[in-house]
């Protein structure tokens, strides 16, 4: 059996804009990946990990170099040669869980069952991520989302009057639980305070407020609130070095280059008693298969990536009353 290998690079806009402290997006480039034993296609989806320097045009090149080292491999055996052939970015993904959905379709089997889940997932409350703007823009998408239907929504955050947009947030989602991302921009800040403030405001959570190599400057903090792991955070090695400065980790599939190694950063995490965020980058439906069955055992969910899309792939997950349910 020969596999045969092919990606492609897809536009997908955004609906309206995406911004974070480090830049706006109205479109996100997507690697797509199909490989076909003849018979069966399996098929993959990743984004660039663009703080890396990752770009698709990129990717699409790591994919295309080692195709052919992978396609006199049966499934499991070229899984388990990509690991050691590229390192972890958005191209190992997509090929990673093109292969393991090639398997699902080879075997009969769900992809659940493959990975050892024990029941069939479940519909899940999902976060909704709210732009980084001006805090009377922010307030207005709140409160949209609040009338939505989500009771989750994760914040944006640049280091600039932080505190006011919360608070606006806060007052045009009143009921809803509120999670912070800072995107490594609080370089300058006193955390604690900045923490007790924001949890006067119904804060939950702060997800890598530092930049990644500065993590040990979390030693001995007492955060009011819990801190997690995500710039800093993107394969299970990681989190050695992370356990008690973090209390979570953020996992996002492209950060870890595929589901094969994202089962073993969740055990990791597990063992390390961490609490797990399961994450995603701007992307379709197809790119949070995986993630949607890791998230079933995950304390905080934020897999909105499809929902701030214009469109979806066809078929894709539900997102109704603030859960994603797939279809």
Not at 101 to 115: A, N, R, Y
Not at 162 to 186: F, H, L, Q, T, Y
């Amino acid at each position: 059996m020969t596999l045969l290998i092919k990606a492609t690079v897809e536009r997908w806009p955004v609906n309206g804009h995406f911004t974070i402290a480090r830049g706006a997006k109205t479109f996100v480039d997507l690697l797509m990946v199909a490989v076909s034993d003849g018979t069966h296609i399996g098929q993959g989806e990743g984004t660039a990990i663009y703080y890396l320097g990752e770009t698709a045009e990129k990717c699409l090149r790591q994919v295309e170099g080692i195709a052919d080292a992978l396609a006199a491999h049966p499934v499991p055996m070229a899984r388990a040669l990509l690991q050691t052939q590229l390192p972890p970015g958005a191209a190992r993904n997509a090929l990673d869980c093109a292969l393991w959905d090639l398997e699902t379709k080879q075997t009969g089997q769900p992809l659940w069952v493959l990975i050892g889940m024990k029941s069939p997932p479940t519909p899940l409350e999902t976060a909704f991520t709210i732009s980084l703007g001006t805090p009377d823009a922010m307030h207005a998408d709140a409160r949209a989302a609040a009338e939505g239907g989500y009771g989750i929504l994760k914040l944006k955050l640049n280091g600039d009057a932080d505190r006011d947009r919360v608070a606006a947030v806060r007052a045009g989602a009143p009921k809803a639980r509120i999670i912070v991302d800072a995107n490594e921009s609080w370089r300058a800040m006193d955390i604690v305070a900045e923490a007790e403030v924001l949890k006067t405001l119904g804060v939950a959570m702060i997800e890598q407020p530092l930049p990644a190599g500065q993590d040990a400057a979390l030693a001995n903090l007492s955060s009011p609130l819990p801190i997690f792991a995500d710039e800093s955070c993107h394969v299970a090695a990681d989190v050695p070095r992370l356990a008690g400065l973090y209390q979570g980790v953020n996992i996002k599939l492209d950060k870890a280059g595929g589901l094969t190694e994202v089962l073993a950063l969740s055990k990791a995490a597990e063992n390390a008693k961490m609490d797990i965020m399961v994450g995603c980058m701007l992307s379709t439906s197809l790119a949070i298969q995986a993630a949607f069955l890791v998230a079933q055992s995950a304390s905080w969910v934020d897999l909105d990536g499809p929902a701030l899309l214009q469109k979806d792939r066809p078929g894709g997950f539900v997102f109704a009353d603030g859960r994603l349910s797939p279809t």
